[in-house]
C-alpha cells in the first residue's frame, strides 16, 4: 500500500530540516499541549479516584478494574471507538490519552498513600490534625516520591502515545512520522521520532529533578 | 438506524466475517502474528532477564531497557522497521519483537533480584548447585513478576499489532485504518470493538495461565489478589519504585 523502501532515500536530508524548522517546532509544540492537557486532567480525575478507593477499599477493585481495563484496549482502537462521538478531533485524543494516564496515576497515588507509616499517621491525629489537613499535611507530602514516579511512567508513556493521535488528524511529532510513512520519505519520518523521544527523555529528566526539589528529605 | 445499531448490524453480516478480507482471517493474523512475536521476544529476553537476575549483573542495563523502550514510540518502531525491511510481515514481525523484549527482561531481572537472600542460601545449604537453587527455587519463586513481564509484552504486542495495518499487513487494524481512510465509522467501530475485546482476552488468559504455573505453595496474599489488569504496571512499578525507599 503505502510503503516501499527506497534505497537511495537517505536517513535524513539536513537541508530539509534546515527549511521545516518552523514545521518541526509547530508539531513539538503541539505534541508538548496534548500531553501536558492529558496529564494534567489525568491527574485532577486520578486523586478522587484514588480517594474514593481509600475511602472506600471496596471501591478499589471496580476502579482499578475499570482504569486497567481502559489501560488494556489498544489506543488505536480507543481513539477509533471514540471518532463517531467526537470526531476526528483534539477532544478524541484527549479523552484517548487521559484514559491511559488513569491507571498508572491512581495505582501509584494509592500505593505512595499506604505506604505512610500508621505511627506517623497517629502522631499527626495525637497532634490534633483532622483528616483533611492530615492529608495535605502530612500523608500527601510523604507519599510525593510514589506519587511523582507515577507522574514520570504517565508522561513518558502519554508522550509515546501523541504520536499515535497522528490517524485521527492531531499527532504532534506523530504527523511528521505519518507523513513521512505516506510520502515514502524517511527524512520525516527519523525527525518525528528522535524528537519524539528526545522529548520523553528531558521531561522525565525535568519530573526527575522537580521530584528531588519537592522532596529534599528523601536525598542521600 | 442508531449508529449502534448500524454497529450491531456489521457484525451480523455474514460477509464482514468471510474470505482473506473478513474478520476470521483478520483475527488469525492478528493472533498468529502476535504470538509470534510473544514467542520469539520471550526466547530473547526471559533467559537474559534471568541470567541477569540471577547473577545479578548488568542491572542497570535490565532495568533502563523498559525505561527506554517506553520512551520510544512503537509508531514510531513500527515505520522505521518498514523502512529497514520493506513491506508485508517482516517489518510488522521485527518490530514487535523488539517492542516486547524490554518489559520481560526488566520483570524477569527484578522477580530474580528480589528473592530473598535467605531462600538462596537455604537452596545451597540443602546442597543444591547454582543452577539448581535457580531452577528449582529461585525461577517457581520469581514467575509471579516474570509472568506480569510477559503479560505488559504480550499486551503490548497485541496493541502495537493493530498498528501493523499502516505499514501494509493486514490483522485487525485494517478495519480501523482502512474505515478511517474511507470516513466509514461503523467499521472503524467493529474494528476497535474487536481489537479491544482481542486485548482483554489476552490478559484474562496470561492471568490464567499465571494462575496455572504458579505452584500454590508460592500464591501468597499478594499474588492471589493481583487480579486481572491491575498486575499490568505492578511489573513497571516495582522496578520505578525500587528508588524510593
Redesign the interface.
Known sequence: ?????AASDPWVRWDWVARHGDDIWAATRQHVELTLIAVGIGLLLSFPLALLARRWRWLQ?PI??VT??L????????F??L??WTG?SRTTSEIGLVSYTL??LV??IL?GLDGVPPDVKESAQGMGFGPGRQLLRIELPLAL??IL??V??AT??T???V??T???GQGGL?QL?LD??IRDF?TP??V??VM??VL??FA?AALAVVQRLLTPW?RR | MSFLGRVVEWFTTASHWQGDAGALHRLSEHVTMSAGAVVVAAAVALPLGVWLGHTGRGGSLAINLSNVGRAVPSFAILVIAAQLFGIGWQPAFAALVALGIPPMVTNAYVGLRDVDDDIRESARGMGMTGFQSLWRVELPVALPPLMAGVRTAAVQVVATATLAALVAWGGLGRFIVDGIAQRDFVQVFAGAVLVGALSILTELALAGLQRLIVPQGLRTRETSKNEPFRALVAGEMATEMRVNP
Open positions: 500500500m503505502l510503503v516501499g523502501a477493585s482499578l478494574s486497567g481495563i489501560y488494556t484496549i489498544p489506543s488505536l482502537a480507543l477509533a471507538m471518532v463517531p476526528l491507571l498508572i495505582r501509584n500505593v516520591p510514589v514516579a507515577g514520570r511512567i513518558v508513556t508522550i509515546g502515545l504520536t499515535v497522528a490517524l485521527i506523530g512520522i513521512g510513512l524517511r519520518l527519523v518525528g521520532a519524539s523521544v520523553a527523555v522525565d528523601s
